[in-house]
């Protein structure tokens, strides 16, 4: 726990020092992510709004079912609502003996079959686009740790850094209490962005809800999903696996800027986030294998 703390606050100074350098250059490529911010509020319902076209798909699907269900607990609750004031023992005495009717037994065999039909195409569909992960721009590999989370970007060389929530004793104006981190993990916008997800320990769950991405993140393995943000801001997930006792000390935070502020931002980040490379295991590794 020592450690980690140590390890935040030597973050914390590296943050301060990439964010001197970058103000002496007279560019904040993280400030680019601009004021929008996604996160959730106290007593939200639904979903949050969709950052991604996966998130809006998910939505919209979740809702086309969600509207079909209404239909048919309403029609069985009214059903019922007839059968027991219309057949009860005081108003039918006398029982129909009644046990075979052709048109009613087609009607809910074919009736159901048509609704559970026009649920299966658009959920074949979701889950095929969820799985394309081709052709992304950038690949970054996320590993779940005990209690942080890394992330390795393929495509740029020794970019690999450690991110851990802000402690609530160390939080500044528009950091946002339990969801807030030291090092986001940056993302260009209007690209599609593969993640490698896997962990170094236990179970852990990347999940980013406005994002449309929940996969596990499972040891020895590399669980794939995508996204592509087409709005600069902020986004936040969390580890929505139990994990260990701190579970919930690792959100997920993400600043999304135009691709010219990402590409300067990484030249700040190789000069300063490389020394914060934590990876008990080489993640690499798990990359290799997989292929
Ligand atoms: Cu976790």
Redesign the pocket.
Known sequence: MKRAVGRGFCAALLLLAAGHLALAQGADPLGAAGGYVNAPRPWQMWFPAAGSPMQAQIDWLMKYVLWIMAGVVGFVAVLMGYVFARFNAKANPVASHLTHNTLVEVVWLVVPTILLAIIIWPSLNLIWYEGDDSNPYMTVTVT????YWEYNYQSVPGLDYTSYMVPDDQLKPGDIRRLSVDHPLVLPIGKKIKFDIT?SD????FYLPSLGVQKY?IPGSIQTSWTLIPKAGTYYGE??????I??DA?PIEIKAVPLADYLAWIKVAQANYTENTVSPLPVGQFADAAK
């Open positions: 779940g740790h005990q209690w962990s236990v179970l852990h769950g993140a580890c929505n696996q139990i994990c260990g701190n579970h690792m």
